[in-house]
């Protein structure tokens, strides 16, 4: 049997959202529910499909079967398309699976030329209803089919109105309507170079065509990628009966909601407005009535559409939002959809929703989209002065969050106007580990250079700090003590904005205001760990973050980087005479400085985590990242430690790299220097045999030694581990276990994980360089090549962002299996940046992980992703077993 | 049943190496073919790995069964171990499976204290002969047990020979002995504080201990890395009852080959000493007989010798080398096994074999190691000349050959001096691209930085020319014109000599001679071909290279890099218009003016090659490399290039990335320039169509798109290069046809190989950068950790070397499953650094790769060892089906 490609609203039904694009299925489900509909077909998301395979053609088979059901569609109506004596118009619209704006739009009207306007203008006896619609088609065809923009035309209008001396399109007569028409024509022909299409089936086939070209434009491609959306999908067209609300005053047109999309309130939210058609309620160009209005003007038709409404919210037990028109005094219903709703709408609707027992808890989270939750942890600019702002220049939303602050071009500048009460915004080429207290003195960081996981991004995200990165429209002038944007000049102590949400710059002060919380989302977080089955930890370097990390429900510590404390002002002049010993003995003498400052750091970290799982990687960043690069900062290094400068710059030359992502770094430094792993350990250990002592709390502390890649290497540094811990606990007076483990972040580890779990207890799966090396892709380089990639369509998403499921999910995978196989009880978890991401944690969830760990911030994101994955996993075992729905 | 640690020699065989080492199997072996060997037995190589498992102690049951065994030895001789009225002495001795030198020496005449050495000078009536054992016992002991040297105990004997007043040791007498075994076991006490031991059976112990230790130091470490031995085959201990060469004039001892080493010649070749044990032969103090003079000196013990290696030589089809002594006029056989040889007695013995029908040419042709052809193919330093120059310093053998020549700092320089006439030693840092011309201008190569993969051994070794790399010795002090060697000043202009084959590096000049290949060479190599199914091209850049390689034997190439034209001192300026051109016009325009350029390489290169499949890479390294770094070079450039310093700098700036390795190269430089793709293919597809109406060859070009990591951006590019090439074919008036495919060098094109086979061709692996993902190490960066990862034994061999099959080789074997999978007939190859390496070609020939390609002096290697490796194939077939031999 050949592809059925073009379907009746009466054929469809709402499950059929793959195949007849979002729109079309609910059209068709609402046909089915003997709802007034226009009537209408669909062609369907596979011959989007295969437009694109054709070439961007469409076959002959398809263009009959169009018209075999535009014939239909004729026989249902009652009407002929083309026909002056009884015209059949249409709407044409796009529908993908998704609701997907940037796609193209709607075109109403379609059908008309100059004998089917005159038929019309009989039949209605309207002929300004019926030249209006005209000039309405000309303009929308021109624009979504042509490529001739719908504001070009405007002057028309305006020109006609000032002969008329007129201001409102409402007092344009038909005759005004016909003169537009003229001249709409002929500037169609003037800009196009032939005449406006007067075939409607012409018009029928430019309009299907734009369609299925629109589902590519960069506009859809962008939001595809934001939003996960793949390119396959397709999109689908709806053709529909036309009805007019703007036939007269007893016509009209409107848009609703059955509950209030910003707040969430249950009471019918919309608006509408008479003697009109659908662009006008959202073009502004008239104030709208509010939905309660039409009660008194057509009282009917409200009660008519109040129970349509509800019973479309009882149907799809969600929030609906629908387009309406009424002709004639006759209401008909031309779309509905789950509504869009703010963060906090979606939480009181998911929460009401149950409590009016309209749905299950598990249903209901999945009524709440992961990413929203961001917006309720971070400030926000406020919305109204927000409105006024237009950005100068927009870089990669790295991290949520709005700040302004003073411009400051270095750490020690940033920490300095902080200190005297500034707010700064510390603006860099790129970050560094240098500048990690700098960065956290501010309210936002920029930076030039760098992509969504550089160090600035990763950091910021880490401490909730608001950042913008690799803005490449900075021109640095630092040492001149400004940047330009354009033409721009921003000196430093200026201030700026910057939306970390969105990567939009602002010049001056925007305003912020503390986001709130409301009851709801605790009630719903609640929901969802009740649901959940993977556990949800943290990556926290210091108490503080382990704090904040358990406020926003993490259950433990996957990843603590201990290098992070190594930065400390405090700390890192014993770092550097470690680098600088020549010996074992003088780099002891170093570590030992250190030991009592680190074993403090975990004595505040175990303190914070009460008793819950704590995972501390050792030292795992390349050594040269502790000394400075530039030869000014070496010479008063150099100074500081009283070593000549030729001994330091020697030493740096030495430590230098061609590829310090795959240099000497990992556990590479450890057996090197294992002197550094038994510090580490012994620091560990003491700090959870104080905490245990101090608080009865049972620690059992999982060291990770990270990058390993080879049993053998995991073994010689886990032997200096076990032996500095054992004699440790053995020289106390307390017992105490621990857990040794290795991060899985080298393909090589995954493909001989059997043998690495050996010596390993658990695995943590670092998946940001996994991705690098699985790619090879550096993330501090990708950025810049990677944009031709999303434009070309070869990548879809940033695999950074989100875990890429084919290539390195497939080593995770691996690794799980080949891990399980050597120690069955072995624990898995994941501490790259993709646990916080909802698609990579449902991921995790379904490939059977332990946990996930991510920046604090984005905790309450992975609970209500691991809670989600696991109810689709529901949905599927109901599926299997013909069980309609999670019961309530 | 417990594990057997012990065996006598005749409960052995030859076949039992693996237990029982090489010397032990052999022993055994000779044992049961009626030799006169003096009996003893072997402890296992097992009960060494036991001895590691066991925290190096020898278990009680294997303490027990050498005791047990020692009874067995003692009935057979009839002798009592430590009686002094009738004692047995014994020789230890070491033997893992292949010859191994840096373990354990032989120590003999263990069992010897101050009472069982009068017992044999009683016996004997033969004090001289007790006493001159015991000193030599004391010796051996001390130095390979006790750790005091050897050569230490020489100034006793000088002092006892000057207060006599003699020269020679045979002029000392029994009581000139015996007062040096008093002042050794002083010396011994001083410098052991205790007592040398006396009791035979702590001998025995201590003895078999030093050898299971010998087995992990670090020259055996070493040689182990070098010859792909692993480190958990453990060495056998071989214990044997003492026959002495030393006891008077019917006695002595001797070592022969059953055909002459050097030059192959098929005539027993040996040499003996009478009164002597088997040390004095080696140890040149007295000059040897040769082994024709023992036909004078004793007939019939001369004929029953040439009998012995006439059978051993029948028996092993090999030439034997055989350790034997005279006692008394009575033969003892002590050791035979396959002779060592140059690669010239190698070919002529392999040869020789079989056309005297000894064994078949699939076992002729593993008689000659692979890497052994090496020396053939390179000149070599004057063997007398080198014996007397003394390295000053050692750099990794990075690509072999000798050369010497006046050192330059500079690639310039070099060029310079070599117009000039000079032969120059190009000495630098490190090398870039833009040295090549200086490196083929040079001599020979050498480098601080870098490892046996860096830029400088991989170029090196593709032109043939002499490196030695890495040397971390050296301290540059280029501004001012020279470099040290510790103390030793190297200035410009100086001449220094270095051989590429050990990494050594001599001052002043070394004469080198020019390899000569006999006629052997050509008759094996042909074999070699006849029996191998594996192809093997070579990686070849030019005309030049491409001729080469034709003439070593390449049956196509594997890559041919295009980068390498670009650096061309006549290209490089419109390779950096194009890299400096703001819009795609500009960059057509400088592409426009490299078209013609290329083309013609390529048309050299398809004459050269004579219709041989020709593999073209497309642009593959990151664009900086074209540009200089440096901010003078950038300025004069600029001057050149009629652009600004600034214009330039930003340029460089903007492509400076922090981990170019993994940065915008490869497959990801035509996604963002695709019409660099463009003008490759018009120019590879225009060549091949210039070359076959010319020559009249067919010509089928092989395009091979580098990096590529996912279908998609493939199939990008690839449609690119075949529409080029589909309309340069099609406005001609030839067919042509011509291949597309890819590279498999990052690890997730591995792991999506199916999908990849969908748009390519072929697959070649690039294992260099595979083994760098797969790893996560930078192969300019790793070899300075990489050091501490031999010392502690957790990596054996250079992944770069050598292939990892556990990781790099799993996701080779994954991708030919893949692959095949997809498209079953795909063309697979291997274009690595591996391809030369003789146990990675044996991995290819497993895996089932239809080639290998490297660099065109590595292909006789490659052809040797695919030969092997399909030889072994064979064998192991044979061995399933119970043939004993592969038939004649």
Same mark, same amino acid.
């Given at each position: 049997?050949?592809?059925?490609?073009?379907y009746m609203f009466s054929e469809g039904n709402g499950t059929m959202?793959?195949?007849l694009?979002?729109k079309g299925a609910n059209l068709a489900e609402m046909t089915n529910l003997?709802?007034?509909v226009?009537?209408g077909?669909i062609?369907?998301?596979?011959?989007?499909?295969?437009?694109?395979?054709?070439?961007?053609?469409?076959?002959?088979?398809?263009?009959?079967?169009?018209?075999?059901?535009?014939?239909?569609?004729?026989?249902?109506?009652?009407?002929?398309?083309?026909?002056?004596?009884?015209?059949?118009?249409?709407?044409?619209?796009?529908?993908?699976?998704?609701?997907?704006?940037?796609?193209?739009?709607?075109?109403? $009207?379609?059908?008309?030329?100059?004998?089917?306007?005159?038929?019309?203008?009989?039949?209605?006896?309207?002929?300004?209803?019926?030249?209006?619609?005209?000039?309405?088609?000309?303009?929308?065809?021109?624009?979504?089919?042509?490529?001739?923009?719908?504001?070009?035309?405007?002057?028309?209008?305006?020109?006609?109105?000032?002969?008329?001396?007129?201001?409102?399109?409402?007092?344009?007569?038909?005759?005004?309507?016909?003169?537009?028409?003229?001249?709409?024509?002929?500037?169609?022909?003037?800009?196009?170079?032939?005449?406006?299409?007067?075939?409607?089936?012409?018009?029928?086939?430019?309009?299907?065509?734009?369609?299925?070209?629109?589902?590519?434009?960069?506009?859809?491609?962008?939001?595809?990628?934001?939003?996960?959306?793949?390119?396959?999908?397709?999109?689908?067209?709806?053709?529909?009966?036309?009805?007019?609300?703007?036939?007269?005053?007893?016509?009209?047109?409107?848009?609703?909601?059955?509950?209030?999309?910003?707040?969430?309130?249950?009471?019918?939210?919309?608006?509408?407005?008479?003697?009109?058609?659908?662009?006008?309620?959202?073009?502004?160009?008239?104030?709208?009535?509010?939905?309660?209005?039409?009660?008194?003007?057509?009282?009917?038709?409200?009660?008519?559409?109040?129970?349509?409404?509800?019973?479309?919210?009882?149907?799809?037990?969600?929030?609906?939002?629908?387009?309406?028109?009424?002709?004639?005094?006759?209401?008909?219903?031309?779309?509905?959809?789950?509504?869009?709703?703010?963060?906090?709408? !979606?939480?009181?609707?998911?929460?009401?929703?149950?409590?009016?027992?309209?749905?299950?808890?598990?249903?209901?989270?999945?009524?709440?989209?992961?990413?929203?939750?961001?917006?309720?942890?971070?400030?926000?600019?406020?919305?109204?002065?927000?409105?006024?702002?237009?950005?100068?220049?927009?870089?990669?939303?790295?991290?949520?969050?709005?700040?302004?602050?003073?411009?400051?071009?270095?750490?020690?500048?940033?920490?300095?106007?902080?200190?005297?009460?500034?707010?700064?915004?510390?603006?860099?080429?790129?970050?560094?580990?240098?500048?990690?207290?700098?960065?956290?003195?501010?309210?936002?960081?920029?930076?030039?250079?760098?992509?969504?996981?550089?160090?600035?991004?990763?950091?910021?995200?880490?401490?909730?700090?608001?950042?913008?990165?690799?803005?490449?429209?900075?021109?640095?002038?630092?040492?001149?003590?400004?940047?330009?944007?354009?033409?721009?000049?921003?000196?430093?102590?200026?201030?700026?904005?910057?939306?970390?949400?969105?990567?939009?710059?602002?010049?001056?002060?925007?305003?912020?205001?503390?986001?709130?919380?409301?009851?709801?989302?605790?009630?719903?977080?609640?929901?969802?760990?009740?649901?959940?089955?993977? $556990?949800?930890?943290?990556?926290?370097?210091?108490?503080?973050?382990?704090?904040?990390?358990?406020?926003?429900?993490?259950?433990?510590?996957?990843?603590?980087?201990?290098?992070?404390?190594?930065?400390?002002?405090?700390?890192?002049? !014993?770092?550097?005479?470690?680098?600088?010993?020549?010996?074992?003995?003088?780099?002891? !003498?170093?570590?030992?400085?250190?030991?009592?400052?680190?074993?403090?750091?975990?004595?505040?970290?175990?303190?914070?985590?009460?008793?819950?799982?704590?995972?501390?990687?050792?030292?795992?960043?390349?050594?040269?990242?502790?000394?400075?690069?530039?030869?000014?900062?070496?010479?008063?290094?150099?100074?500081?430690?009283?070593?000549?400068?030729?001994?330091?710059?020697?030493?740096?030359?030495?430590?230098?790299?061609?590829?310090?992502?795959?240099?000497?770094?990992?556990?590479?430094?450890?057996?090197?220097?294992?002197?550094?792993?038994?510090?580490?350990?012994?620091?560990?250990?003491?700090?959870?045999?104080?905490?245990?002592?101090?608080?009865?709390?049972?620690?059992?502390?999982?060291?990770?030694?990270?990058?390993?890649?080879?049993?053998?290497?995991?073994?010689?540094?886990?032997?200096?581990?076990?032996?500095?811990?054992?004699?440790?606990?053995?020289?106390?007076?307390?017992?105490?276990?621990?857990?040794?483990?290795?991060?899985?972040?080298?393909?090589?580890?995954?493909?001989?994980?059997?043998?690495?779990?050996?010596?390993?207890?658990?695995?943590?799966?670092?998946?940001?360089?996994?991705?690098?090396?699985?790619?090879?892709?550096?993330?501090?380089?990708?950025?810049?090549?990677?944009?031709?990639?999303?434009?070309?369509?070869?990548?879809?998403?940033?695999?950074?962002?989100?875990?890429?499921?084919?290539?390195?999910?497939?080593?995770?995978?691996?690794?799980?299996?080949?891990?399980?196989?050597?120690?069955?009880?072995?624990?898995?978890?994941?501490?790259?940046?993709?646990?916080?991401?909802?698609?990579?944690?449902?991921?995790?969830?379904?490939?059977?992980?332990?946990?996930?760990?991510?920046?604090?911030?984005?905790?309450?994101?992975?609970?209500?992703?691991?809670?989600?994955?696991?109810?689709?996993?529901?949905?599927?075992?109901?599926?299997?077993?013909?069980?309609?729905?999670?019961?309530?």
């Open positions: 049997m050949s592809t059925k490609y073009v959202r793959e195949l694009g979002g003997g709802m007034p226009p009537q077909f062609i369907t998301t596979e011959a989007c499909t295969r437009y694109y395979e054709d070439n961007e053609t469409i076959a002959p088979e398809i263009e009959a079967e169009i018209f075999e059901y535009l014939k239909k569609l004729e026989k249902i109506t009652g009407k002929i398309f083309g026909d002056p004596e009884n015209p059949l118009l249409v709407s044409v619209r796009s529908g993908s699976r998704a609701s997907m704006p940037g796609m193209m739009d709607t075109i109403l $009207n379609l059908g008309l030329n100059d004998e089917v306007v005159e038929g019309i203008a009989k039949l209605t006896d309207n002929p300004r209803f019926a030249y209006d619609s005209y000039r309405r088609f000309i303009q929308m065809f021109s624009d979504v089919v042509m490529e001739v923009p719908k504001s070009s035309f405007e002057q028309f209008i305006d020109k006609v109105k000032a002969d008329k001396g007129v201001t409102e399109d409402l007092e344009l007569d038909a005759d005004d309507m016909k003169r537009l028409v003229g001249m709409f024509k002929a500037y169609f022909k003037e800009m196009k170079g032939f005449d406006f299409p007067t075939e409607p089936k012409d018009q029928l086939f430019e309009a299907v065509k734009a369609v299925f070209r629109s589902w590519n434009n960069q506009r859809a491609i962008a939001y595809r990628r934001m939003n996960d959306i793949p390119s396959s999908w397709g999109t689908a067209v709806n053709i529909q009966a036309m009805v007019y609300g703007n036939m007269g005053v007893t016509s009209g047109t409107g848009v609703a909601f059955t509950r209030n999309p910003s707040t969430g309130e249950n009471k019918l939210y919309g608006e509408f407005l008479m003697n009109a058609q659908g662009e006008d309620v959202v073009a502004g160009v008239r104030t709208p009535n509010t939905i309660d209005q039409l009660k008194e003007i057509m009282p009917d038709v409200y009660d008519q559409f109040v129970d349509i409404a509800q019973k479309l919210e009882n149907h799809y037990r969600d929030m609906q939002d629908m387009e309406f028109t009424i002709e004639n005094g006759k209401l008909y219903m031309l779309q509905t959809r789950n509504g869009k709703r703010t963060v906090h709408a !979606a939480l009181k609707i998911a929460v009401d929703l149950v409590n009016e027992k309209m749905c299950t808890r598990e249903e209901a989270i999945l009524k709440v989209e992961p990413k929203q939750l961001d917006t309720l942890l971070h400030p926000q600019f406020d919305t109204v002065a927000l409105k006024k702002a237009k950005p100068i220049a927009k870089g990669l939303p790295a991290s949520p969050g709005a700040a302004c602050g003073k411009v400051c071009f270095s750490a020690e500048a940033a920490i300095v106007a902080a200190k005297t009460g500034n707010k700064v915004i510390l603006t860099r080429l790129e970050t560094s580990p240098e500048d990690i207290e700098g960065m956290a003195a501010s309210e936002g960081i920029l930076t030039v250079r760098g992509g969504m996981t550089s160090h600035a991004a990763v950091v910021a995200r880490g401490m909730g700090t608001c950042c913008v990165a690799g803005c490449g429209e900075i021109m640095m002038h630092e040492a001149a003590g400004y940047f330009m944007i354009g033409d721009i000049k921003i000196s430093e102590g200026d201030y700026i904005s910057l939306d970390g949400s969105t990567g939009n710059i602002y010049l001056g002060q925007i305003p912020t205001v503390d986001a709130s919380v409301s009851g709801d989302f605790g009630t719903f977080m609640s929901w969802a760990d009740e649901i959940r089955t993977l $556990n949800v930890r943290a990556n926290a370097d210091t108490p503080r973050d382990a704090e904040h990390a358990v406020k926003l429900g993490a259950e433990g510590i996957g990843l603590c980087r201990t290098e992070h404390m190594f930065f400390d002002a405090d700390r890192i002049p !014993a770092v550097r005479q470690m680098i600088m010993a020549k010996s074992e003995e003088k780099r002891r !003498a170093a570590l030992d400085k250190l030991l009592p400052m680190q074993r403090e750091d975990f004595e505040g970290i175990f303190k914070a985590m009460g008793g819950r799982p704590v995972t501390i990687r050792l030292l795992d960043p390349p050594l040269h990242e502790f000394l400075p690069q530039e030869d000014d900062d070496i010479r008063s290094l150099a100074a500081e430690m009283d070593i000549s400068y030729e001994e330091l710059r020697e030493t740096v030359e030495a430590l230098h790299e061609f590829n310090p992502m795959l240099g000497h770094r990992g556990v590479r430094l450890a057996v090197t220097y294992p002197e550094i792993a038994e510090m580490q350990a012994r620091a560990i250990i003491e700090a959870a045999i104080n905490v245990k002592k101090e608080t009865g709390l049972e620690i059992v502390p999982e060291i990770m030694i990270p990058l390993a890649g080879e049993k053998k290497e995991l073994k010689y540094v886990k032997d200096f581990v076990t032996a500095t811990a054992d004699k440790v606990i053995a020289e106390s007076d307390v017992e105490l276990e621990y857990l040794v483990g290795t991060m899985i972040e080298l393909p090589r580890a995954a493909l001989t994980a059997d043998d690495l779990a050996k010596e390993a207890e658990f695995f943590s799966f670092g998946t940001n360089d996994l991705t690098q090396m699985t790619f090879g892709f550096s993330r501090d380089d990708s950025a810049k090549f990677l944009e031709s990639y999303y434009i070309k369509k070869i990548f879809e998403t940033d695999p950074f962002a989100r875990i890429d499921q084919t290539g390195v999910g497939r080593l995770v995978e691996m690794a799980c299996t080949l891990g399980r196989q050597t120690r069955p009880d072995i624990k898995l978890g994941i501490c790259g940046e993709h646990g916080g991401d909802p698609a990579s944690v449902e991921f995790c969830h379904n490939v059977g992980l332990d946990y996930v760990s991510c920046s604090p911030f984005r905790v309450p994101i992975a609970r209500l992703a691991a809670a989600q994955a696991r109810v689709r996993e529901i949905m599927e075992i109901c599926r299997i077993h013909n069980i309609p729905r999670i019961p309530l």
